[in-house]
Nanobody, 116 residues
Framework: QVQLVESGGGDVQPGGSLRLSCAAS????????MGWYRQAPGKQRELVAA???????NYLNSVKGRFTISRDNAKNTVYLQMNSLKPEDTAVYYC??????????WGQGTQVTVSS
């Protein structure tokens, strides 16, 4: 019913930038939250950034000032601009959409690798 297609991952050197995009399609209510999670090997999945349909935003503390989340409500598309990337940002990044009642959808994941 709902599909999320991610793009923009890849390999980058420390200090570099990447922009992730996630295009959602299907029956998505106007009241929803879109976000990005990441999971590194041996680590717990963590919320990186989220933005609701009113454009209220939450960021993981370690990415504040470096990452920017934005969305286009008409297109149900969410973006994550990642600047000043660090090796510890290396992870698989997953796009997510949540809405009432207890609906939760995930993208396929995209690998981000930050190394010299």
């Amino acid at each position: 019913q709902v599909q999320l297609v991610e793009s923009g991952g890849g390999d980058v050197q420390p200090g570099g930038s990447l922009r992730l995009s996630c295009a959602a399609s299907g029956s998505i209510p106007s009241a929803n939250t879109m976000g990005w999670y990441r999971q590194a090997p041996g680590k717990q999945r963590e919320l990186v950034a989220a933005i609701d349909s009113g454009r209220s935003i939450n960021y993981l503390n370690s990415v504040k000032g470096r990452f920017t989340i934005s969305r286009d409500n008409a297109k149900n598309t969410v973006y994550l601009q990642m600047n000043s990337l660090k090796p510890e940002d290396t992870a698989v990044y997953y796009c997510n959409v949540k809405f009432w009642p207890k609906r939760d959808y995930w993208g396929q994941g995209t690998q981000v690798t930050v190394s010299s």
